[in-house]
Antibody, heavy 122, light 107 residues
């Protein structure tokens, strides 16, 4: 089981970025997935989650209306579209997988990617 | 939102020590709690889920206990590989929330 994030980089405030997470080693379309971020020197913050089918999505209040999580089961890939980026969005963004059998928004994360770094600065 | 509070913030210990980290929830989360280990520059790694279930492949020196609002992670005999940061996470309700972390340092 492997998750590999990409798409991070340096962006100006107000800009956009799309993160991707390529999944392998498991049946991608049957597992809930999340994005979790970690600002420099800080703790972990859940950002967004999506059901296995993609029919239900969830976002933290801090990113609601600016970020959108989605998935493409045909490509085994999870996405995070980030718009109207702010300096406080600067962080390492991790893609993480929910455990077997989860259908809702409440779960722990049993596999994590290595992360991709997003820096928002002028 | 459910607030998760960990203590201590930093813990200094020696190899072989028994170490206990506490996590308190601002309201009852039943047993819906996970613990993660994170080393510098690395992704978090799941240790414990459902408050006391050991993730496959995790050494048995790690154990978790608690329910409701108070939880503990115990390392029975600290090993050199265990010096890291530890986070609790509740999954009783949305948004999913983490504790602020506990750094276990070498004494």
């Amino acid at each position: 089981v492997q998750l590999l994030e990409s798409g991070g980089g340096l962006v100006q405030p107000g800009g956009s970025l799309r993160l991707s997470c390529a999944a392998s080693g498991f049946i991608f379309g049957t597992y809930a997935m999340s994005w979790v971020r970690q600002a420099p020197g800080k703790g972990l913050e859940w950002v967004s989650g999506i059901s296995g089918s993609g029919g239900s999505t969830y976002h933290a209040d801090s990113v609601k209306g600016r970020f959108t999580i989605s998935r493409d089961t045909s490509k085994n890939t999870l996405y995070l579209q980030m718009n109207s980026l702010r300096a406080e969005d600067t962080a390492v963004y991790y893609c993480a997988k929910g455990p077997r059998g989860v259908v809702g928004a409440y779960y722990y994360m049993d596999v994590w990617g290595k992360g991709t770094t997003v820096s928002v600065s002028s | 939102d459910i607030q998760m509070t960990q203590s201590p913030y930093t813990l200094s210990a020696s190899v072989g020590d028994r170490v206990t980290i506490t996590c308190r929830a601002s309201q009852s989360i039943s047993g819906w709690l996970a613990w993660y280990q994170q080393k510098p520059g690395k992704a978090p790694k799941l240790l414990i889920y459902d408050a006391s279930s050991l993730e496959s492949g995790v050494p048995s020196r790690f154990s978790g206990s608690g329910s409701g609002t108070e939880f503990t992670l115990t390392i029975s005999s600290l090993q050199p590989d265990d010096f890291a940061s530890y986070y609790c996470q509740q999954y009783n309700s949305s948004p999913l929330t983490f504790g602020g972390g506990t750094k276990v340092e070498i004494k």
